[in-house]
């Protein structure tokens, strides 16, 4: 690339300040050449490079250059390994430099809060910690190369249904400790170089207009130092936007609103100043581009297709294994079932659509490795047209028969393609009926079946106590069917766990009943119960709980132990060790509950994790730090947030329903002393440092230590009753003390 640009905003005239402000099409930024500003390219992501060539658009319908395409956040998130996911992140950095694309748009980080998102296949978690974790690892990886990443899309876009409209009504706490944390986490630990803010309203405000989202959360809480872009199409009122902080529309107006940004900044309704706080933001974004090293390519075909198989193998979970029926010998002899296997479905629709450079299938795969024989039925169509009667009974007629003839059956079940998309949301969680309906009746003749999963979104699994062995094999990537073969082979001993958990019924999950909203409005009436938290809370049964996957071997764990370090961080540590007679990788899960909090609490949330590989017969002692930040609540009444102090119960374990040691640590906490008022209750002024110990003097005095006489008014606030507790002139002169401090 070209000489770092000097300049500077005050270098550019008003018209080309605002020319900077959009596109100069759908896909790359203006430059001004007269001062070294270069046009920039930014394309999808997250998973892959869909660099488009001829024609453009934002729903991955026209084709685009060939690109690795790694797993989809549903998968890779799955892995629990930040390591393996900063890999993948220097892997699309590196296809991003070959290309000369500045900014590859992703990761996307929205917590899935329910099962029915359409876009779920491109999200990490419904955990606000796993999915910063990974997300920042990804951006660690993406920027080493001198490319910038997009962290997207800011904030609480959790649905498809209206996406460019619906507010998405949440509580500020919910906003702070579910939704924004995550962003929050990647932001703080990884500094993207653009945040994508969300199509969305926030509390009725359109996230690409937002000064508090925009500007006081992002930049001024967080130090965020780079450029919020729209999402692709997210501007509504272009002026209001640089006014709050969003530097770059995309794609770009044809000059509309650049026109609109200088009528403004003449009438005297725009600051030019921050107009050109926008420039030199968006300079500087030019500035980094410029100053990435020379790519080395070609693009390293191979490598990064054996990168994607690794992240496939490490991304399924097996959820079931009875009897040990997985692995499967070599010399087995196989009935291949589900037109899955021969047709992967390894990637989700819409902008993150990559054109792979070749693609695995399952069946290929698994013929490799198999020499026992193996033998191949459709059994279903994943086509959006339904087939004939009889077309669909002469199907299902010769796949019970390969599986009477078989000794075991692997069964590709799935959500065809239409069925999930960005875009739009599922209206329900089940497979195909013709797909339960074939399971039934293979049942019948061969009872030894491995269910393989193909889906975006978590389904429902009706028949999960009907089959042996289920692997959650998500959305893989394009050498998916390696990864399956070498997790049903055991050339990979299985190591994913849910990042998201598996509800029995749809009916079950916590946004039930209100999502996706109607009339523009979604109101996340759950608040903070997302996700585990929500079924924990209601000690409700699940399929499959968070946390939770299995492995060919086991592991047993010693007792956790704790300490504090000198910046309040709680280290654990835990012995580990594998009993069992292969290699694995255990996920170990520290999971924290205050019991006495003052606020409401899950029973329990996912405060720290580390994936640990461990060879047969050893163990590792696993160390793992929770950052004293991540056990602060989110206090509405002083809007920070507050470490309470008092105990701590850390529990460490392999899912969050499997907790196999747990230790209570003592922290140190932070008050919340409030200003104390008229309006403030008896109780609150009890506690007042200043006042507190003379008040229960007096009302000790007057009406004797009666514990329940301050249970039954000590809400009452002190203005409220002349008299009581103290009378009135008394009780205006301590409110007036307290307040001096
Ligand atoms: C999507 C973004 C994507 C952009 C560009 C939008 O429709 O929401 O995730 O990056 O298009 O393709």
Redesign the pocket.
């Known amino acids: 690339m070209s000489e770092p640009t000097s300049a500077r905003a005050a270098d550019l005239t008003l018209e080309e300040k605002a020319a900077l402000t959009s596109g100069a099409d759908f896909w790359t930024t203006k430059g001004i050449e007269r001062v070294g500003i270069p046009s920039l390219m930014l394309t ?2 997250p998973h892959g490079l869909r660099k488009q060539g001829g024609a453009t658009d ?2 991955g319908l026209a084709g685009s250059i060939p690109a690795t395409c790694f797993p989809p956040a549903v998968g890779l998130s799955a892995s629990f390994d930040p390591e393996l996911a900063e890999r993948i992140g220097v892997a699309l950095g590196n296809e991003s430099a070959i290309e000369d694309v500045a900014v590859i ?1 992703g990761p ?1 980080i929205n917590i899935k809060r329910s099962p029915l998102c359409g876009r779920n296949f491109e999200y990490m978690s419904e955990d606000p910690i796993v999915s910063g974790v990974m997300g920042a690892a990804l951006v660690r990886g993406i920027q080493s190369q001198g490319v910038g990443s997009s962290l ?2 800011y904030a609480a876009n959790n649905q498809e249904t209206d996406r460019l409209r619906v507010s998405s009504d949440v509580d500020p706490r919910t906003l702070r400790e579910i939704y924004l944390r995550g962003f929050q986490r990647v932001v703080e630990d990884a500094q993207p170089w653009t945040v ?1 803010c969300s ?1 969305n309203r926030i509390n009725g405000v359109y996230a690409s207009e937002d000064p508090w989202l925009l500007t006081q959360v992002l930049r001024d809480e967080w130090g965020f130092e780079g450029i919020v872009v729209s ?3 997210a501007v509504s009122d272009r002026v209001a936007g640089v006014a709050a902080g969003m530097d770059l529309e995309m794609p770009g107006s044809g000059g509309r609103t650049d026109a609109e940004i200088v009528t403004a900044v003449r009438d005297g309704r725009l600051a030019e100043s921050a107009l050109d706080t926008v420039a030199d933001r968006l300079i500087d974004l030019a500035r980094k581009a410029q100053a990435r090293p020379a790519a080395s390519g070609p693009l390293d075909v191979a490598a990064h297709h054996a990168l994607a198989r690794e992240a496939a193998g490490r991304s399924i979970v097996l959820l079931k294994n009875e009897g040990g029926i997985l692995p499967l010998r070599r010399t087995a002899n196989l009935a291949v079932i589900g037109e899955f296997a021969r047709t992967p479905r390894y990637q989700g629709a ?3 659509q990559i054109n792979p450079t070749r693609v695995d299938s399952a069946l290929d795969e698994i013929r490799h490795k198999c020499t026992g024989g193996v033998t191949f039925a459709a059994g279903f169509t994943i086509g959006e047209e339904a087939p004939a009667a009889e077309e669909a009974a002469a199907l299902r007629e010769e796949a019970v028969a390969a599986a009477a003839s078989a000794h075991t059956v692997v069964l590709f079940l799935g959500v065809p393609a239409h069925e999930e998309s ?1 875009g739009f949301d599922r209206t329900h969680i089940d497979l195909p009926a013709a797909q339960l309906e074939l399971l039934d009746a293979i049942r019948e003749v061969n009872g030894d079946i491995v269910v393989v999963l193909s889906n975006g979104g978590v389904v429902a699994l009706p028949f999960a106590d009907r089959v042996p062995a289920i692997l959650e094999a998500w959305l893989l990537g394009q050498a998916g069917g390696g990864g399956t073969a070498d997790v049903l082979f055991g050339a990979v001993n299985p190591s994913g766990r849910l990042a998201e958990t598996i509800p029995l019924r749809l009916e079950d999950t916590p946004a039930y009943g209100s999502f996706p909203g109607e009339h523009g409005h979604v109101h996340y009436g759950e608040g903070l119960l997302v996700g585990y938290r929500w079924y924990d809370a209601r000690r409700m049964e699940v399929a499959y709980p968070f946390g939770h996957g299995l492995s060919y071997t086991s592991f047993t764990y010693g007792a956790a132990a704790a300490a504090t370090t000198a910046e309040g961080d709680v280290v654990v540590t835990v012995p580990v060790t594998n009993t069992g007679p292969r290699a694995g990788r255990e996920v170990v899960q520290v999971y924290v509950s205050v019991p006495g909090s003052s606020v409401q609490r899950a029973p329990r949330e996912l405060k720290t994790f580390s994936s640990v590989e461990i060879e047969p017969g050893r163990t590792a002692q696993v160390s793992l730090r929770i950052r004293r930040a991540d056990l602060a609540y989110w206090d509405v009444r002083v809007d920070r947030w507050i470490v309470e102090g008092g105990d701590y119960v850390v529990e460490v374990g392999a899912s969050s329903r499997d907790i196999r040691t747990s230790i209570t640590v003592t922290l140190e906490g932070e008050k919340v002393t409030l200003p104390a008022t008229l309006n403030s209750s008896i109780e609150e002024m009890l506690d007042d440092p200043v006042v507190g110990a003379e008040l229960r003097a007096s009302i000790e005095e007057k009406f004797g230590a009666d514990s329940q006489l301050l249970k039954l008014l000590g809400n009452f606030p002190v203005g409220r009753l002349d008299g009581f507790p103290l009378p009135r002139d008394e009780m205006v002169a301590l409110v007036e003390r307290a307040q001096r401090g």
Request: charge should be negative.
């Open positions: 999808d992501g934002h729903l748009l996307g997207k899309h994508m199509y999402d692709w199409g819409g902008s993150s960005e």
